[in-house]
Every structure is written in C-alpha cells, then in structure tokens.
C-alpha cells in the first residue's frame, strides 16, 4: 500500500524469520555513507567476533540480550541501543529466545558520502 507519494511502509516486526541458531540480517535502506538493517537473532546467536571498517549504532527492539564490546559486557532490554565505533571488537554473547531478539542497526561508512 502506498500513498500518494508512492512511499511504501513496512514493519520492523512483520515476516519475521524462523532461526534454530545464527542472525538473519534484512538490508533495509541504504543511502549515500549509511545503511540500516534489520537483525533477528535466533537464541543461539552466531559466535563472530566482528571489526567493522564502519560506524555501528544499535538497537535492540525486542528480546534481551548480552553484546561483548573490547572487553566489556553490555546487558541489553528492549529500547537499550549502543554506538560501536569503527574497528571495536565486539560479538553477541547471548540473545533470548521468546521472544526472540529484534534489532536495528545504522552503519555509517566515514570513508563515503
């Protein structure tokens, strides 16, 4: 459905995947130097240690959760976000099962734009 504009909305919550274990990451926008994505996380989320050459801010919409951010562990409860600077180490610990984590994440490319 559409408005006269033709913008077309959708919902964070809505086609939600079914995960036994790992991150479904769903590209939602992209424009210029930024990038949103949705991230649902099964409860046994994947083990990654990540080092993004981007900026990440994240949020956790729904579920709880446990990140590993350069030696420090974060609790996260619905509406808890963080801001990863670029080339931070960091992993998801834990992530609940029911309900199952939601997040949204903004990765802001400083080298573009």
Known sequence: MSDSNGIIPDNLFAALPT?????????????????????????RP????????????VCLLQGKA?????GQTIHLEPG????????????????????????LAVHIDRGSG
Do not use: K, M
């Not at 994947?46 to 801010?57: F, G, K, M, R, S």
């Not at 446990?66 to 350069?70: D, G, M, N």
């Not at 990863?84 to 309900?99: G, K, L, N, Y």
């Open 66 to 70: 446990e990140l590993w951010v350069a």
């Open 80 to 103: 808890a976000h963080c801001f990863i600077p670029a080339h931070t180490p960091h992993r998801v610990v834990r992530t609940s099962a029911e309900p199952p984590c939601i997040w």
């Open 19 to 43: 995960l036994r274990e790992g991150e479904a990451f769903e590209e939602i926008l992209r424009c210029h130097n930024v990038r949103l994505e949705r991230i649902v996380s099964s409860h």
């Open 46 to 57: 994947d083990p990654t240690l990540y080092d993004q050459a981007e900026d990440e801010w």
